[in-house]
């Protein structure tokens, strides 16, 4: 499998194509990064350096991949966190070509927008755009339950109102949801939830709650789905698998202390996952 990246990549730490990457070659994924920013660090610390990258200078790097003859063999596109508005328009034209060429590829889209607890974090335009453009040509999006009532119009709080809202946002093009961060007052205390629907049903996963942020979690959350559920088909077995990996690396992360994903330290996990998690069909 050959999955085109579209993402930003930071030297320290593991956000973006620098937290997708490696999970995904770890499970035997062959990925081409393509950079939308190489900054020193996320933008979390409030400080960071180096540049943003064009929309013509991502183009560039695309359009040379394409030279190469490699876009009939590429299974996936995927992209992250949009930094600008002109990086949408480069996403959409190398997913239209890279169908053109392999017409079974996808379009995996994660729509960063915010959270929950902190609200909207991209320029205003931008979820805007993701709803209106980018969401509509995907296959398959994986938003966390805030960026899912955007992108909807809903306030999705129950597990009701969140599978309507995935009706919703299905109606408008992407058929495959991998819904992140699902909190709703009827689950058990400290525990958080992942619910995946497509054609075939929805399914659902419990984990307990880890008591921290970890930038970069949602990258390689996404990164693992899409490569999993496009491996094989199945919904249940990708939701499986990447929770699994991502909850082990994220209680690795929590017991080392440190701020950054121990991402290589975890590498076991991406590779054997122990499949400890119940995933049940609700839908």
């Not at 890279?98 to 889209?109: D, E, I, L, M, R």
């Not at 994220?250 to 590498?267: F, I, K, N």
Request: proline share 6%.
């Amino acid at each position: 499998m050959k999955i085109l990246s579209i993402q930003s990549a930071v030297a320290y730490g593991h956000v973006g194509n620098s937290a997708a990457v490696f999970p995904l070659q770890r499970i035997g994924v062959e990925v081409l990064p393509v950079y939308t920013v190489n900054f020193s660090n996320h933008t979390g610390y409030g400080a960071w350096r180096g540049p943003l990258i064009s929309p013509d200078d991502v183009r560039a790097v695309i359009l040379g991949i394409e030279e190469r003859g490699v876009f009939p063999g590429i299974d996936v596109v995927l992209s992250g966190y949009q930094g600008g508005e002109g990086i949408a328009d480069v996403i959409l034209e190398t997913v239209e070509r890279v169908k053109a060429a392999n017409p079974s590829a996808v379009y995996s889209c994660d729509p960063v927008m915010g959270n929950a607890k902190s609200g909207c974090f991209v320029a205003p335009a931008i979820p805007i755009l993701l709803r209106d453009r980018v969401v509509p040509a995907a296959d398959i999006i994986t938003p966390n339950q805030f960026e899912l009532g955007f992108l909807t119009g809903t306030e999705p709080d129950t597990l009701e109102s969140t599978l309507a809202s995935v009706e919703l946002v299905r109606g408008t093009g992407p058929r495959t949801v991998l819904v992140t961060s699902v909190e709703r007052p009827d689950a058990p205390a400290d525990t958080i939830e992942m619910l995946a629907v497509d054609d075939s049903g929805a399914w659902i996963v419990q984990t307990p709650r880890i008591p921290m942020k970890a930038n970069g979690s949602g990258d390689v959350t996404a990164a693992l789905f899409t490569a999993h559920y496009r491996r094989t088909g199945g919904l249940a077995e990708a939701l499986a698998r990447t929770t699994s990996s991502v909850f082990d690396l994220l209680e690795r992360t929590h017991a080392s202390g440190e701020r950054e994903l121990q991402l290589v330290e975890s590498q076991e996990s991406y590779a054997h996952p122990r499949m400890q998690f119940d995933v049940r069909q609700v839908a």
